[in-house]
């Protein structure tokens, strides 16, 4: 069992910054892959950054490189989304998971809520 707890969402301005975390009750050492979603309301939830290899590979999804940067620091057991440059289009409910095998996600947190006006 694993519980993840986001924090760190806000309403921000476009071009304004927000960083997302996500605690994990386990060791995130010991995950095989974590990643953060969204999901904007009537949209389907998409994957924005994902990192494995305990912290040496990473994906961003096209719509964020550039801008966002996922790292996890397995001493706090947290896994963090450094969100810069928002755009209005960033808006959505923010999920961080982790996975514990090769396939799919194991565990997902409650979300948290990120808004960005133009």
């Known amino acids: 069992q694993d519980q993840l707890v986001e924090s760190g969402g806000g309403s921000v301005q476009a071009g304004g910054s927000l960083r997302l975390s996500c605690v994990a009750s386990?060791?995130?050492?010991?995950?095989?892959?974590m990643g953060w979603f969204r999901q904007a309301p009537g949209r389907e939830r998409e994957v924005v950054a994902s990192?494995?290899?305990?912290?040496?590979?990473?994906y961003y999804a096209d719509s964020v490189k550039g801008r966002f940067t996922i790292s996890q620091d397995n001493d706090k057991n947290t896994l963090y989304l450094q969100m810069n440059s928002l755009k209005p289009e960033d808006t959505g409910s923010y999920y961080c998971?982790?996975?514990?095998?090769?396939?799919?996600?194991?565990?997902w947190g409650q979300g948290t809520q990120v808004t960005v006006s133009s």
């Open positions: 998971a982790a996975a514990y095998g090769r396939t799919g996600y194991d565990y």
């Open positions: 386990r060791s995130t050492d010991s995950t095989y892959r």
């Open positions: 990192i494995w290899g305990r912290g040496t590979y990473t």
